[in-house]
C-alpha cells in the first residue's frame, strides 16, 4: 500500500507542487466492508472502534512517512452516504441497475449470509487453498465466493450451505460500449499494466456487478426492498475520493465535475486496478453527469519480501508500523522504496540491499558530496560563497547537469519515480567528479589564481548542493529541509528549474554543516532481518512466550510440530486408501522418529522401550 499507492502518489504530488501545479492530494480509509466485520470479530469490538483504531494508526503510520496529504479521511462520514447513494439513484434512473438473485454461501452455525471475505477455500481457477471469496492472492482473478471448492466460513471454519439473496447490480453489459470508447481516448497514458489489465477485461466481456451485500456495516442501499443491505464495499470505496474531498472543501464539484480544467491521477498496485479502471469509471459514466475521469491510472507491479510476497492479511513483511521500529530513518525507507519502486516489473525488498544502497547511493555519493561542498566552505572560506568564474571543463559539467535535470523533469511528469531517482544520483556523481578532479583541498595551499580556482570549484558545489536540495525533495523532505537549512537557502529556491542556475550567490552565508546520512551496520541489518522473518502473528507470539527452558529449543519445535502432523496426515490416508503394509510401515517409522526428534526439541527425556524413561547420560 505505502509503494504502489500513498508514496508513490506523495513524491508525484510533491513534484507537482515544486513545479507549481495546482496540487489536491486525497487519501483516506476505505472503512466499510467485511473485512472491517471480520477483523472487528477478530478483535472482539464493535466495527465503528475497529475503524477508528485503524485510521488513527494509518495516519499515524503515514505522518512518520512524512506523506504530505491535503486530506486524510475515510469513508464512515455523511458525505459518504449522501454522494454514494446520490450516484446509485442516478445510475438507476437512467436504467443502469437491474436485480437479481444470488445464490450466497449461508453459515448456518453463525446464521448469517457470508459476504467475500467471511469465506476462504480452494480458487477454481488455480488451485489455491487460501483463496478468499472476493479474489485470489495467487492468481490475481476476481471470483465470487460460491465458486470456491471446499469452502469454508472464517469465523467458525464450519462448510456453509448455499441460499438464495435478491441483490443489486450495476449494468455493466449496457456500459460496455461506452466504457471501451472511454478507455481507447484516456489510457494512452496510464501504465502498461494498468492498460492491459483494463483492456483483458473488457476483452472478455463484461458481466452484471453485484453492488450489494447482506451485511449491516456499510453505506445503507435506499432503494425499498433492499434496505436491509448496504452497498458492496467495491461499489462504495472509490466513491471515497470523492466524498474526502467534499469533507476538505464545499467546493468540491470544482474538482470533480470540471473535466476541461482538472488532470485526475491515481497510484496503486495492480490488483486494484479492475476496479478502477472499468467499475468505477462505469459508475460514473452511467450516471450521465461531467464527472472528472482518471487521465493517468499508475499502477504498480508486486514488491515481494526477501523471497516471498508481501501480504497485509497473512503477515508476511515489514509494515508501517514495523518500520517506525527499525530505527532506520523514514527518509531511507522513501528512498529505498522509491529505489526499488515495481514499475514495469516486480521488485524484492531485501535487507541487505537496504543496507548496500544506503551506503552507497545516499551515504557514499550524495551524502558525501554535499558534506565535503559544505564542509569545505565553512572551514576555508568562512562560510560565504565564493566568487565563481567558470572555465570550459565547468560549463561542460554544468551541461551535463542540465541533461540529467531534463530527464529528471521529463521521467516525473510521467510518474516514472524510479527512474527519475537515478537522475539525482548521477548529479552528485558529477558534484563528487567536479570536487575529485579539480582537489580544491590543494588549490586552497597555492597561488592567488589558485585559490580563486579553489573558490569556483566550491561556489559551483555548494549551488549544486541546493539544487539538489529541491531534486530530492520529493523522495527525500526531511533530509531537503535540514540540508536547506545548513546551506540558509531562502524558500524561493524550491522551484524545480529547467535549468541549473546560480542560486545561492556569491556573499551568501551558508549555515553549519553536519553529516545528512548515517551508515547503516550489517550487524543492525542481520537483527531485523532475523526479527522480522515469517509471519506478524509468529513474530507477536514469539515476543510474548516466556523463555523457553533449559534444553529447549522452540524454534526446532515448532518446525517438527509442523512436520509431525503433516507426516501423521500422511499415514493416516496411506491406511485409508488401503495402501501396502510395507509402505505404510516406512511412513510410520518416519513419524515415529519425528516424534523422537519433536521430543528432544521441546526438552522431553527420551522414553525407552517398554514404557519407562531412560536416564539421561
Known sequence: NIVGCVLSADVFARFARLRGYNVLYVCGTDEYGTSTETKAV???????????????????IYKWFNISFDKFGRTTTEEQTEIAQDIFWSLHKEGYTMQDSVDQLYCTHCSRFLADRFVEGECPLCGYEDARGDQCDACGKLINASELILPRCKLCARCP???????????????????????EESSEKWSNNARVIAKSWVKGGLQPRCITRDLKWGTPVPLEGFQDKVFYVWFDAPIGYISITAQYTEHWEKWWKNPDNVEYWQFMAKDNVPFHSVVFPCTMLGTNQNWTMVNRLMSTEYLNYEDAKFSKSRGVGVFGNDAQETGIPADVWRFYLMYMRPESQDSAFKWEDLMMKN????????????????????????????????????????????????????????????????????????GNQLMQHNTPWKLVKGSPMELARAGTVVGLSVNLAC???????????????RLQEQLKAPPSVNV???????????GHKIGEPSPLVEEIKAATIAQLKAKYAGKQADRKEK???????????????????????EQGDKVRLLKTDKAEKAVIDVEVKKLIDMKKQLGVALGQPEVAPGGKKGKKK
Open 496 to 506: 524545480i528549474p529547467e535549468q541549473f542556475h546560480m542560486m545561492l550567490p556569491p
Open 359 to 430: 551506503n552507497s547511493e545516499l551515504l557514499a555519493n550524495l551524502g558525501n558530496f554535499i558534506n565535503r561542498a559544505t564542509k569545505f566552505t565553512k572551514d576555508n572560506f568562512n562560510s560565504t560563497i565564493p566568487e565563481m568564474n567558470l572555465n570550459n571543463d565547468d560549463w561542460e559539467m554544468v551541461a551535463r547537469v542540465n541533461q540529467e535535470l531534463s530527464n529528471y523533469i521529463s521521467l516525473l511528469e510521467d510518474a516514472r519515480e524510479r527512474e527519475a531517482i537515478t537522475s539525482v544520483f548521477s548529479i552528485s556523481r558529477l
Open 161 to 183: 450451505e448455499v441460499r438464495t439473496s435478491n441483490h443489486l447490480f450495476l449494468d455493466l453489459p449496457k456500459l460496455e460500449g461506452r466504457l471501451t470508447n472511454w478507455l
Open 467 to 481: 539544487l539538489l536540495s529541491v531534486l530530492v525533495q520529493p523522495y527525500l523532505p526531511t533530509l531537503s529541509a
Open 42 to 60: 477478530e478483535e472482539g469490538i464493535t466495527p465503528r472502534q475497529i475503524c477508528d483504531k485503524y485510521n488513527k494508526l494509518h495516519e499515524e
Open 543 to 565: 515476543e510474548e512466550a516466556p523463555a523457553a527452558p533449559a534444553g529447549q529449543d522452540k524454534e526446532l519445535a515448532t518446525k517438527l510440530e509442523k512436520e509431525v502432523a
